[in-house]
T-cell receptor, first 113, second 112 residues
Framework: DAGVIQSPRHEVTEMGQEVTLRCKPI?????LFWYRQTMMRGLELLIY????????DSGMPEDRFSAKMPNASFSTLKIQPSEPRDSAVYFC???????????FGQGTRLTVV | SQQGEEDPQALSIQEGENATMNCSYK?????LQWYRQNSGRGLVHLIL?????REKHSGRLRVTLDTSKKSSSLLITASRAADTASYFC????????????FGKGITLSVRP
């Protein structure tokens, strides 16, 4: 298995632009997590899906952030409009039914200038 | 939400020495997990210990869990330069919302 795949690996965008981050979880996994990592705040859980349904989005910082999971093999995290303070590394992770170990992707490093 | 607090924040040791890292938490747990993050990479699961276990081993890793003190420790024996990384503990919530949250992590530097 290729593991959790995230794209792009790096994204540089101008303030105000829309940014879409993508994630393909491991086949057969039914839980998907989006995290944001910064030096100041550490690793923050943004949203958690189970069987494609958002279970907890209490970590989504504001309405500019939205996440979808249209099917079991794809999820997106969208920021519109982006701001410089959104600059961070965004990780996607997935885990299997009944399993508790999370498998992480390589992350997307987002820079908003 | 349940989130571990790792201690110390940073640790620097000589290759060959043992590294001990601690994690404390506030509410009851089903299990506790330790992860490693190398610079510029995603987190990698190291070991999971269940609430009814007190100690677990995996290679050079030894994890203990004291549910009465709500704490866990991760011991890396005979450390190597390649062990240089950040280490995190995490505890999934119980019930329908089994989200996994992490603390700020421990930065371990192993000097060759």
């Amino acid at each position: 298995d290729a593991g959790v795949i995230q794209s792009p690996r790096h994204e540089v965008t101008e303030m105000g632009q829309e940014v879409t981050l993508r994630c393909k979880p491991i086949s057969g996994h039914n839980s998907l997590f989006w995290y944001r990592q910064t030096m100041m705040r550490g690793l923050e859980l943004l949203i958690y899906f189970n069987n494609n349904v958002p279970i907890d989005d209490s970590g989504m910082p504001e309405d500019r952030f939205s996440a979808k999971m249209p099917n079991a093999s794809f999820s997106t995290l969208k920021i519109q409009p982006s701001e410089p303070r959104d600059s961070a590394v965004y990780f996607c992770a997935s885990s299997s039914p009944g399993g508790t170990e999370a498998f992480f992707g390589q992350g997307t490093r987002l820079t908003v200038v | 939400s349940q989130q571990g607090e790792e201690d110390p924040q940073a640790l620097s040791i000589q290759e060959g020495e043992n590294a001990t890292m601690n994690c404390s938490y506030k509410t009851s747990i089903n299990n506790l997990q330790w992860y490693r993050q190398n610079s510029g990479r995603g987190l990698v699961h190291l070991i999971l210990i269940r609430s009814n276990e007190r100690e677990k081993h995996s290679g050079r890793l030894r994890v203990t869990l004291d549910t009465s003190k709500k704490s866990s420790s991760l011991l890396i024996t005979a450390s190597r330069a390649a062990d240089t990384a950040s280490y995190f503990c995490a505890m999934p919530r119980t019930g329908a919302n089994s989200k996994l949250t992490f603390g700020k992590g421990i930065t371990l530097s192993v000097r060759p």
